[in-house]
Nanobody, 116 residues
Framework: QVQLVESGGGLVQAGGSLRLSCAASGIIFRINVMGWYRQSPGKQRELVAD???????NYLDSVKGRFTISRDNAKNTVYLQMNSLKAEDTAVYYC??????????WGQGTQVTVSS
């Protein structure tokens, strides 16, 4: 059974930091891309950052320089370090994992709330 367990969300003041984690288990095929998406009320889900198995990263323009994505391939875990948080970063953050055969999986989501 595939599981993506997210942790690290919460309430933080503007300018603060949070670190999200997502541990994947039960995935038979090798993982290619691991990423974080977010969705706030009334908006479409958007890609925040992703990272390939070789370490190549991609970021949403509005988080560049503030967020850092990383992964531990041995643990099938992806992290999102979020610094200098802004009120507009408030959203539910979802972990996504894509395998080399094209299947993908989603976490249950973790709420990040930034108070101004």
């Amino acid at each position: 059974q595939v599981q993506l367990v997210e942790s690290g969300g919460g309430l933080v003041q503007a300018g603060g930091s949070l670190r999200l984690s997502c541990a994947a288990s039960g995935i038979i095929f090798r993982i290619n891309v691991m990423g974080w998406y977010r969705q706030s009320p009334g908006k479409q889900r958007e890609l925040v950052a992703d990272i390939t198995s070789s370490g190549r990263t991609n970021y949403l323009d509005s988080v560049k320089g503030r967020f850092t994505i990383s992964r531990d391939n041995a643990k099938n875990t992806v992290y999102l370090q979020m610094n200098s948080l802004k009120a507009e970063d408030t959203a539910v953050y979802y972990c996504n994992v894509e395998t080399f055969i094209g299947t993908d999986y989603w976490g249950q989501g973790t709420q990040v709330t930034v108070s101004s």
